[in-house]
């Protein structure tokens, strides 16, 4: 009987501290450029707040797009820990889907990279990071279960339509300079559709 030789293969070598620290600057400096002025940001920008040279940052991170990609990817996974401590916490399920919605919408408030790739533009490239997000979608996909086996959220809701909520948050968040202020009365309309009968009370004022 044929048996295959064991591997020889090297195991992967942990990062140099300095390695290492480098990366966390990186990461650090990309987080706070990418919030405040979304994707946007050129690579060199990142560099020099985070004290390395171009060559060091592209070392650690390819090009943009694998940048973006590691930042969504923390962010995802803020994401899915916000989910499932609303799925786990108290009152109705129309309560907690409404909190975690909520959340999500103060996340991107916050980021405006996340509520760019959260727009309809970015959301096709970026979806592969979500998906790949462990718990994300699935959490979703119960919070809005349970809204509509209560009966409080309209039967044939999905998390996708949870996501085109948050896309339409995510772009009016990034285009803040011509529509300040706007999303939260954006996402009150959208609540209201979401609910099994519509709120009839005015939405919040611009």
Request: some cysteine; charged content about 35%.
């Given at each position: 009987m044929h048996t295959s030789e064991p591997s020889t293969k090297a195991p992967a070598r942990p990062m140099r501290a300095d390695a290492r620290r480098n990366r966390e600057s990186i990461l650090a400096a990309a987080r706070g450029l990418?919030?405040?002025?979304?994707?946007g940001v050129e690579m060199s920008e990142v560099a020099e707040r985070a004290g390395v040279g171009v060559g060091?940052?592209?070392?650690r991170f390819p090009d943009k797009d694998a940048l973006v990609h590691e930042l969504l990817g923390e962010r995802f996974r803020e994401l899915a820990a916000c989910?499932?401590?609303?799925?786990s916490g108290e009152g109705s399920a129309w309560e907690r889907l409404e909190g975690?919605?909520?959340?999500?919408?103060?996340?991107?408030?916050?980021?405006?990279?996340?509520a760019e790739a959260l727009s309809a533009t970015g959301l096709e490239q970026h979806e592969p990071?979500?998906?790949s997000t462990p718990g994300l979608l699935e959490t979703m996909?119960?919070?809005?279960?349970?809204?509509?086996?209560?009966?409080?959220?309209?039967?044939?809701?999905?998390?996708?339509d949870l996501v085109m909520c948050l896309c339409g948050v995510g772009h009016t968040i990034s285009c803040?300079?011509?529509l300040p202020g706007r999303w939260d009365r954006l996402?009150?309309?959208?609540l209201s559709g979401l609910r099994a009968t519509a709120w009839e009370g005015p939405a919040a004022a611009p």
């Open positions: 990418f919030a405040e002025r979304g994707a060091t940052l592209y070392r989910y499932q401590r609303r799925l975690a919605i909520r959340d999500a919408c103060a996340i991107q408030d916050r980021d405006r990279g996340l990071v979500a998906r996909q119960r919070l809005v279960d349970e809204a509509v086996a209560e009966g409080s959220a309209r039967a044939d809701l999905t998390w996708e803040a300079e011509h996402l009150e309309i959208q």
